[in-house]
């Protein structure tokens, strides 16, 4: 301890002021920031309604990990509200192989997730003209999302439905993970 004080002692304190001192500053920048909104009013006081935007995903979502956080992270920055659907065990088994989570437990698992604000249960792994219809009417959906991987089952872009209608937007991948 006497040789780290000797040693590192004084660039320590150098940078933990420095570092205090741009707190403090944040901390001003913050404080000007919500005074200058106060003044200027916000869309409600000036008697205009902030305009929802949302956004849906889907998946199969078993064994949950740190990529589908960020996915449901980046989709829910697209918009104000964020739809997640939930692939059926069934759709998932007969495009990947049975999930090891069962439907319960990864409906369970996302909607326990702070950036998701509704689960849609039972959605297809495949998305056809006749189910995105219903989900954009059903939830107003503004914008469907998926990562920027291709998702194609046999031979076709489970996508290409939402693509076809303008409203399919991309997220990137979290790399290194599934």
């Known amino acids: 301890l006497v040789c780290y004080y000797l040693l590192f002692g004084n660039r320590h304190w150098r940078r933990r002021r420095r ?3 741009e707190l403090q500053a944040a901390k001003e920048e913050l404080r000007y920031l919500q005074e200058k909104l106060r003044k200027d009013g916000g869309a409600e006081e000036n008697g205009e309604e902030e305009k929802e935007i949302r956004i849906f995903m889907d998946g199969a979502f078993d064994l949950m990990h740190f990529g589908h956080m960020n996915a449901f992270r980046l989709a829910k920055s697209l918009g104000t ?12 088994t007969e495009c990947k192989g049975p999930p090891l ?10 909607s326990s997730c702070k950036f998701v604000d509704q689960v849609v249960p039972d959605c297809p792994y495949i998305m056809n003209q006749e189910y995105l219809e219903w989900v954009i009417n059903e939830y107003k959906i503004d914008y469907v999302v998926h990562g920027d991987d291709p998702c194609i089952v046999d031979g076709k872009d489970v996508y290409a439905t939402a693509k076809e ?7 990137p991948r979290t790399e290194g993970v599934s």
């Open 101 to 110: 989570m069962n439907d319960d437990e990864r409906l369970t698992m996302v």
């Open 19 to 21: 570092l205090v001192n």
């Open 165 to 171: 209608t303008g409203k399919f937007r991309t997220i």
């Open 81 to 92: 509200h964020l739809v997640v659907g939930v692939n059926s065990d069934q759709s998932i």
